[in-house]
C-alpha cells in the first residue's frame, strides 16, 4: 500500500543488510577492547540501529536520545531540539552515535559537541545515510553506510510527517504526495 507514494527504490532492504554486515564488522574492528555506548537519535535511528547492532561482536551499551530538527516538513529546520535526554553519565566513555541520516550536519554537529562537553572520551557517527548535498555545517561522520543524492528519501526510519518509518527499504517520495500538503 505505501509503495504507490514511492517514486524509486534507493536502497533496499538487501543492500542495507550488507551496509549492516559491514559497518558491524569495521565497528567491531575499531572498538576492539573497548565497551562503547551506542547513542542512538530518535525517532529516526531505530529500525537502522536495531539492525546493526546484531553485527557488532563488542560489550557495549545501548542509550536512546530524543533529537528533533524537521518538526515536519520537508526541509531540516535550524534548531535541533532535545526531545528526551540520555539517562546515563557519556564521562570517560566511548560514544557511537547511530544515525539514520546527516544531512545539513546541524544535527550531529550539536549533538556531537555536547556529548564532548559532557566529558566523553570519543564521539563517533556511524549513519545508513549521507547526503553530502545537504551540508550547512562541516561534518564527516566516520562510519557511512551510503551515499546518496540530494533527494527527500522516506523508510527504514526516515519519515515525511511522521509516516512511512516502517517501510524496509529506503525510497524517494513521489513531488506530488508533499506537494498536495
Ligand atoms: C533527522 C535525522 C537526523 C537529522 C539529520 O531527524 O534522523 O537526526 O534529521 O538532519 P541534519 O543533518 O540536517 O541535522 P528528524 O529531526 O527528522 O527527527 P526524527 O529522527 O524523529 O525523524
Known sequence: MLE????????????????????GA???HD????????????????????????????????????VSSYHGGIQSSSDVKITKDLETSVHDRDILIAEDIVD????????SKLLIHRGARSVEVVTLLDKPAGR???????YIGTTIPKEFVVGFGLDYNELYRNL??????????????
Open 26 to 28: 569495521k565497528i567491531t
Open 136 to 142: 550547512i555545517v562541516e561534518f564527516t561522520p566516520k
Open 168 to 181: 524496509p527499504y529506503v525510497g524517494v517520495l513521489k513531488p506530488e504526495v508533499y506537494k498536495k500538503n
Open 104 to 111: 545539513t550536519g546541524k544535527t550531529l554537529d550539536v549533538i
Open 4 to 23: 504507490k507514494d514511492i517514486e524509486r527504490i534507493l536502497v533496499s532492504e538487501k543492500e542495507i543488510t550488507h551496509i549492516c554486515q559491514r559497518l
Open 31 to 66: 572498538y576492539h577492547g573497548k565497551t562503547p555506548i551506542i547513542i542512538g537519535l530518535l525517532k529516526g535511528c531505530m529500525p537502522f540501529m536495531a539492525e546493526l547492532i546484531k553485527y557488532i561482536d563488542l560489550y557495549c551499551e545501548i542509550e536512546l536520545m530524543g
